[in-house]
């Protein structure tokens, strides 16, 4: 049996093209291919970015307590703009700061500006949330089966933290420790902190005589861990009513 001919590409669509000619029809324009993923499909930057928002808004659902699932949009610019570094780079990041009196929002605003993360499809998004007062509790000896420094190591290393109502435990030299601890190794490896507190960092003086006026910061924590806050947070002062007591109105 004779081996079959081979015909060359460029006879073969020409007799293709005669063909069609011969029957009033033009050969179709072959243009270009474009393979390229949609931004549904995957493989386009878009695809991934949504899928990385979807994850870390699945996270921050499941962290967030009922009480602020509702914190959806941060209201004020300078926390917003911390956000959008913190989602950015969050290397070069500074930490958060939220001072102000009870029920000023915030730890409604802390949440909200941890969603505002996960909206922007960071590659990592992992959180954790504590009060001051159930982290000690926690870390303290016998208060957890982890134990002080497996739970300490915890908190250091996670990517974003928020520590809730710092200041607010009765003040200790372990307290102390504990707490600048924390503060220093997650300023060290550049891991961006919201912190919120009732006090200022420095407990406001009479104008003349120095005398103090009210607890801040530098006295319930002391000097030390205050100089290390000021030097990493950018500190945002909420001010208001006490929107806790006006909702119970």
């Not at 990385?52 to 699932?69: I, S, T």
């Not at 208060?143 to 607010?168: C, M, Q, V």
Request: proline share 8%.
């Amino acid at each position: 049996m004779p081996e079959p001919q081979r015909m060359n590409p460029a006879a073969a669509m020409a007799a293709l093209q005669a063909r069609l000619e011969a029957r009033g029809l033009d050969l179709p324009d072959r243009g270009t291919v474009d393979d390229a993923p949609s931004p549904d499909q995957p493989g386009h930057p878009e695809y991934h970015h949504r899928a990385r928002a979807e994850f870390a808004l699945a996270r921050w659902g499941n962290a967030v307590p009922n009480r602020y699932a509702n914190a959806r949009i941060v209201t004020d610019p300078a926390v917003a703009a911390w956000a959008e570094q913190a989602a950015a780079n969050p290397a070069e990041a500074r930490s958060l700061l939220l001072t102000g009196t009870t029920g000023t929002g915030k730890t409604h605003q802390a949440w909200a500006a941890l969603r505002m993360i996960a909206e922007a499809g960071p590659a990592r998004y992992e959180i954790i949330a504590t009060t001051a007062a159930d982290m000690y509790g926690r870390l303290r000896p016998g208060g957890s089966d982890a134990g002080t420094e497996t739970g300490l190591n915890r908190l250091a290393r996670i990517p974003l933290l928020l520590l809730d109502d710092l200041g607010s435990a009765k003040a200790s030299e372990w307290v102390e420790e504990i707490t600048y601890r924390l503060i220093n190794e997650r300023y060290n490896a550049c891991r961006p902190t919201i912190f919120t507190s009732n006090y200022p960092t420095e407990a406001p003086r009479h104008p003349k005589t120095g005398a103090v006026l009210g607890p801040g910061l530098d006295i319930v924590l002391g000097d030390r861990i205050v100089s290390r806050l000021t030097e990493m947070t950018d500190v945002v002062v909420m001010a208001g009513y006490d929107r806790r007591r006006h909702r119970a109105a």
